[in-house]
């Protein structure tokens, strides 16, 4: 069983940067691939960035490549997601979710993950 919490959302003016964080509890999420979702109001949930459980696979949403950045330090437990250049549209709340995957894959579905978060939002002003 993993719990995840994840913080470090707020209210930035576009152009601006976040960096999420995803707490986990449990010994066994160093071997447990990682992501974020974002869901904005009235809409479904959308991927935005996977990292396989060793950290060495990342995938990310053609919107955010080259602005974004997931990582995870399986010592502390934790999974990032740097966020720069945010744009107004980017407004949502964004979700970790994790789950047992073979070491390199990355997961990009939600239907693929059984952990989640309660989620943290991101405002971005215009």
């Known amino acids: 069983q993993v719990q995840l919490v994840e913080s470090g959302g707020g209210l930035v003016q576009a152009g601006g940067s976040l960096r999420l964080s995803c707490a986990a509890s449990g010994r066994t999420f160093s071997i447990y691939a990682a992501a974020w979702f974002l869901q904005a109001p009235g809409k479904e949930r959308e991927f935005v960035a996977a990292?396989?459980?060793?950290?060495?696979?990342?995938y990310y949403a053609d919107s955010v490549k080259g602005r974004f950045t997931i990582s995870k330090d399986n010592a502390k437990n934790t999974v990032y997601l740097q966020m720069n250049s945010l744009q107004p549209e980017e407004t949502a709340v964004y979700f970790c979710?994790?789950?047992?995957?073979?070491?390199?894959?990355?997961?990009?579905?939600?239907?693929?993950?059984?952990?989640w978060g309660q989620g943290t939002q991101v405002t971005v002003s215009s």
């Open positions: 979710a994790a789950d047992r995957s073979p070491p390199i894959e990355v997961l990009t579905t939600p239907s693929r993950y059984n952990y």
């Open positions: 990292i396989s459980w060793t950290g060495g696979s990342t």
